[in-house]
């Protein structure tokens, strides 16, 4: 089978999350998706891709040739994986329909000093189920940010707010922001599933799919990682100590600041994010 190239193609690289899915039918090649800062890709490859230890896109970069094909934009050429490529280059603005979340979320996420948990954060957002799922989702079906890219907004507005809390040890910043971002993370699957999973079992429904991710974040960060299990856990789950560790109570208060912001009359719509520079005390 003959592939057809554009006039004067030439070989492009990118920064990229890869979804590798099924072969083709007469065994020539895979698809893949490609999940960049411009925006999705399709490609073709024969080469073989290295999987992400977590099961989440495989983070890394591109060898790309242009196609004049109607089902695929490029032939993947080669791919270097890479597992701490930072977010700040794949998170893309045609993800989100609210302006500047998927960059203010890349960049907390870059600012967690803990490379396991900021490895975790970056491949929970890069999940096959979430990946789009999670920047066009509501955080509550009628209640606050009840619109398409509300539950992005939410979490970021939520770590943003406990980043920016004073008297905080690097520890504690780091799990504050990916608890806060990933606090609402089982609504993905509540509010994009058509059998309706009721939103209030979020938490246990977060914990288990962010499973594969934890067990990983146990092995190379034991302290960090039992801390954030307890801290997804909610307070139904079973533990040794009270719920919730100190910075969950401080990310509960921003969690509830943020619902009762969203609900004055002129922030229930946004069109455009904007953060706030002064610092939050507790």
Known sequence: MLIELPPLATVQEYDVAIEVLDAFSDGLGRYCRLYSQVGLMHAKSWIPIPPSPSGCLTRGKAT???????????LLMNFTRDLDQPVTTLFSKWWCPIEGVHAQTAALIEQIESIPLRRLVGDALLHPHTVRAFWSSPASKAHHHAYPGGLALHSLEVATMAASANLLTAYDRDLAIAFALLHDYGKVWCYANPNGIDSRTHERIGRQK????????HAEAPDIGAALEDLLGGKRASRHGPYPLAIGRVVKAFDQ????????PRLRQPTQYIEDDDDIKF
Do not use: Q, T, V
Not at 64 to 74: E, V
Not at 257 to 264: L, Q
């Open 64 to 74: 790309l040739l242009p196609l004049d094909d109607d089902r695929f934009d490029h």
């Open 257 to 264: 600041m943020s619902c009762e912001m969203a609900m004055r």
């Open 210 to 217: 962010l499973g594969p991710l934890l067990a990983i974040l």
